[in-house]
Every structure is written in C-alpha cells, then in structure tokens.
C-alpha cells in the first residue's frame, strides 16, 4: 500500500505540478482581486477533483467498453507519461500538463479562470485524467490499494489549492528558475516511472518474457 501511495503522489505532483499552476494562476489574474482570486482558486480545484474522481470511478468501465486491455493502458498511458516527464526535465511546456499558447491567450482575455483554463486543462490535464485511470486499473481490487491512491490524489489536490490561495507569493519566492528546478526533479521521477509502466504492459501483453 506505502509503494502505491508514493508512486500515486510522485504520478500526481509530477502530472499536475502544483507549483507551476500556481505561478500560471497568478500571471492569469494579476487585476482579479483577492476575494475573487480565491473563489476561482477554490472553484477551479473543486471542478478539477471532480473530474479526475469520475475518471477514477469509471475508468476501468471505459476501458471495459472500448475494448482496451489493461496491457494496452500501461504501454500507451506509460508513452504519454514518458512525453511529459520528458518536457519535464527539458523545461518544455506541452499540452499535456499545461495550456497550448492559443489556450493561454484566450485565458488572457477571461475574467474567470476557475473552469478553463484552471481546473482543465492545468489541473485535470490528459497526463492527470490518463495516470488516474491507469493507477486505478493496476490496482483493481485492491481497496486498500485504491483508498492510497485516492488519498495521494487528495493531498496532490490540497497542496495545489494551498499554493493557488498564495498563487501571488509563490511566484515570487519560486520564480522561473526554482520552478525549473521542481519541475526536472519530479520530471526524472515521473520518465522512470513511465518506463515502468510500459515495462509491465510489455509483460503482461505476452509480447515479451
């Protein structure tokens, strides 16, 4: 249960990146007032966990429906994760965990941000609804296994509303290059948990012993 809480927050922070949200959020709202700042904080993170706690319910209902086995997910979630712990460590951005430049520019001309571009796609990305899905389907069964995931999930969620609701300060005190910094870290976390990943759907696929 421990290895599925750690690898679970690792995917999480890795995917969402609480602390680049939170710098995005701030350069994003930068007339938007205080109080108006921390409803879209909090409105923005709730719409985001409920999207990713509907991925994690059903995921294995869709997988079942489309005809995707779990070897198949493992192999082409651990390629999307692959990508992005790749831009990760190179300090690219990607539509996989952040805004495309055209997103950005319409958030620009947005007053409310809490729904797009906050909750999808910065926090409840593909990366993000992809490595719920492919958590919770490793896992099937296993209840204490997947209460640890849900909890990884929460905490990931709670320390990105705490950042959002200080979005100002944490732009300040990270800066750029912290950012960077964080972001290669868990970026080096996140590609060998990705190799992992495709390692197992390899071996479960048959295609390889």
Do not use: C, Y
């Amino acid at each position: 249960m421990w290895e599925t809480a750690i690898v679970s927050f690792t995917t999480f922070f890795a995917t969402i990146g609480p602390i680049d949200v939170a710098v995005m959020f701030a350069a994003m709202t930068p007339r938007a007032s205080a109080g108006f700042r921390r409803s879209m904080a909090i409105r923005g993170t709730l719409v985001a966990s409920l999207i990713l706690m509907v991925f994690a319910i059903i995921g294995d209902f869709l997988l079942h429906s489309l005809g995707i086995s779990l070897a198949a997910l493992q192999v082409a979630g651990g390629i999307l994760l692959l990508l992005i712990g790749i831009d990760m460590v190179f300090a690219r951005s990607s539509g996989g965990t952040t805004t495309t430049l055209e997103e950005t520019s319409e958030a620009v001309e947005k007053r409310d941000v809490s729904i797009f571009p906050l909750a999808t796609p910065l926090i409840a990305g593909p990366g993000t609804m992809g490595a719920t899905i492919l958590l919770m389907a490793n896992i099937k069964g296993q209840l204490l296994a997947e209460l640890a995931v849900f909890a990884a999930l929460g905490i990931v969620l709670l320390l990105t509303l705490s950042l959002l609701l200080i979005a100002t300060k944490v732009q300040k005190v990270f800066g750029v290059t912290g950012m960077h910094v964080v972001s290669r870290v868990f970026g080096v976390l996140l590609t060998a948990l990705a190799v992992q990943f495709m390692f197992d759907g390899l071996l479960q696929s048959g295609l390889i012993s």
